[in-house]
C-alpha cells in the first residue's frame, strides 16, 4: 500500500514538473513570436490607441514611443516573470502623462488593447491548431492580467503622490506665516482645521520662527467657526513648542465655542495669552517686542530703546 501511494506521489510529481515545463516552453514560443513581429504589433497597437481616442493630450510621434516602450517592457516581464522594470517605468510613465491630463481610464485601456492585439496575434498564428492555442492562451492570460494591473496600479500610485503634494501646496497657501515686522510674525487659521492640517500649521509655524528669528508670534483664529479637542490640544502644544523656540505666542479671535472647547480640554487660558481680535494682538505684540529689545538704561553703553545685539 505504501508503495503504491509514494508511486502515486512520484508520477503526481513528475506530471506538475511536465506540466510546468510545458508551461516555460509555451511562454518561450510566444515570447518569440512577440519578439520577432514586434514591428508589426506595436504599430497595430499605436493605430487602435489613436482609432480608440486614447491619449488624446499626446502627438501620434509621443504614442508610437511610448508604445513602443511599453511593448518591450511588456515582453520582458513575460520573458522573466519579474516585474519590476515594468513598475519603475510605469512610475517614470505616469510622471509625464499625468501633468498632461491623461486618465486612469485611458492607461487602463491602452493596456487592454495591448492584450486585445497580443491574442487577435495568436488567434491568427495558431488557428489551425486549436488545442496549442488554447494552452498558450492558458499561459499568456494570467502573466497578462498581472501586467495591466501592475501598469494600472503603478499609475494610481502616481496620480495619488501628485494629488498628495498638490494638497499639500494648497494648504501652505491656505495658511501663509506672514512676517508683520520684524521679529514679529502672524499665522491667520481660516476654515476647518483637521488633525493632518494642524501638523502642518504647527510644522510651517515652528520653521518660520527659527528662520525668521521671531520673538513673538499671533496666531489668529477668527476665521475657525469650531475646533474639536484633538485639535485644541494641538493648538496648546503648538503655543508650548514656539515658546522653546524663544517665541511667546498670542492667540486671537477666539469663539466661545473654542474657548469652552479649551477648557473643557484643561487648558488653563491663563498660561495662554489671547487677545480678543487680531488688531488688539498685534497691538499687544508691538508692546512685548518694545519691552524686549529695551535697555533700561545706559549703562550699557546704549541710548534707551536701542536694540539687543541679534
Known amino acids: 500500500m505504501d508503495t503504491k501511494k509514494s508511486m502515486s506521489v512520484s508520477t503526481r510529481a513528475s506530471d506538475a514538473t511536465a506540466l510546468s515545463e510545458s508551461s516555460a516552453g509555451l511562454l518561450r514560443e510566444l515570447v518569440a513570436h512577440l519578439r520577432q513581429n514586434r514591428t508589426q504589433l506595436r504599430e497595430e497597437w499605436a493605430r487602435r490607441i489613436t482609432r480608440a481616442e486614447l491619449l488624446t493630450a499626446m502627438t501620434e510621434e509621443e504614442i508610437f514611443a511610448e508604445a513602443t516602450a511599453v511593448y ?5 516581464a513575460l520573458e522573466t516573470g519579474t516585474f519590476e522594470a515594468l513598475q519603475a517605468y510605469s512610475r517614470r510613465l505616469s510622471e509625464r502623462i499625468i501633468p498632461r491630463g491623461v486618465e486612469t481610464d485611458e492607461v487602463v485601456g491602452i493596456v487592454l488593447l495591448l492584450r486585445d492585439v497580443l491574442a487577435r496575434s495568436l488567434f491568427t498564428k495558431y488557428q489551425d491548431n486549436v488545442e496549442k492555442l488554447n494552452r498558450i492562451l492558458d499561459s499568456y492570460e494570467p502573466a497578462a492580467n498581472r501586467i495591466a494591473n501592475t501598469v494600472a496600479v503603478g499609475f494610481v500610485e502616481e496620480r495619488e503622490r501628485i494629488i498628495r503634494q498638490q494638497q499639500e501646496a494648497i494648504r501652505e497657501l491656505s495658511t501663509p506665516v506672514l512676517q508683520v ?15 493632518q492640517r494642524a501638523r502642518q500649521l504647527t510644522e ?15 496666531i489668529d483664529v477668527t476665521g475657525v467657526a469650531a475646533m474639536d479637542s484633538g485639535v485644541a490640544n494641538h493648538l496648546v502644544q503648538t503655543v508650548e513648542a514656539s515658546r522653546l523656540l524663544g517665541a511667546t505666542v498670542i492667540v486671537t479671535g477666539l469663539s466661545p465655542e473654542i474657548a469652552q472647547t479649551l477648557v473643557t480640554i484643561g487648558v488653563d487660558l491663563s498660561e495662554m495669552a489671547t487677545v480678543g481680535d487680531l488688531q488688539g494682538g498685534i497691538e499687544e505684540a508691538e508692546r512685548l517686542l518694545a519691552d524686549r529689545v529695551a535697555i533700561p538704561g545706559p549703562q550699557a553703553g546704549r541710548e534707551p530703546g536701542t536694540e539687543l545685539n541679534r
Open 181 to 195: 515686522r520684524e521679529r514679529l510674525l502672524i499665522l491667520p487659521i481660516i476654515g476647518v482645521i483637521d488633525p
Open 72 to 76: 518591450d517592457n511588456y515582453v520582458e
Open 204 to 218: 510651517q509655524l515652528l520653521r518660520a520662527i527659527r528662520a525668521n528669528r521671531a520673538k513673538v508670534v499671533v
